[in-house]
């Protein structure tokens, strides 16, 4: 099989230069999660570096950029949709701190 070769990943230098929000439409995700997940993603905010691969990697779209002010200082870190999160753990496997941990449930979340 014949695949393309990947380059390597750009290096964001600033935070503009990263996109604002979803490559999608507005209304794209429109169906709630169902109780049909399995493992639901915990952030431990405190672990969080505002590295933002996890919002760059996520499939659906659902983490989000937040800013806060801690001590005086502006600091990114990341929301979680969970409305509109599939429990994919693809956020956790990308997550260099550990900040992103995915726990077990019994899809009543």
Known sequence: ????????RPVIRKL?????GGSC???FLVDKNAGW???TPKLDIDKCIGCL??????????????????????????????DFCKGCGICERI?????ISMEE???RD
């Open 95 to 99: 997550c260099r701190r550990g900040a």
């Open 37 to 39: 997940r399995n493992r």
């Open 1 to 8: 099989m014949i695949r393309p070769s990947l380059g390597p």
């Open 16 to 20: 503009s230069e990263i996109p604002q």
């Open 53 to 82: 691969q996890c919002y760059l990697y996520c499939p659906d779209g659902v983490i989000s950029k937040k800013d806060l002010v801690s001590d005086g200082k502006q600091l990114t870190k990341v929301d979680i949709d969970y």
């Open 105 to 107: 449930n019994d899809g």
């Open 25 to 27: 439409k507005a209304g």
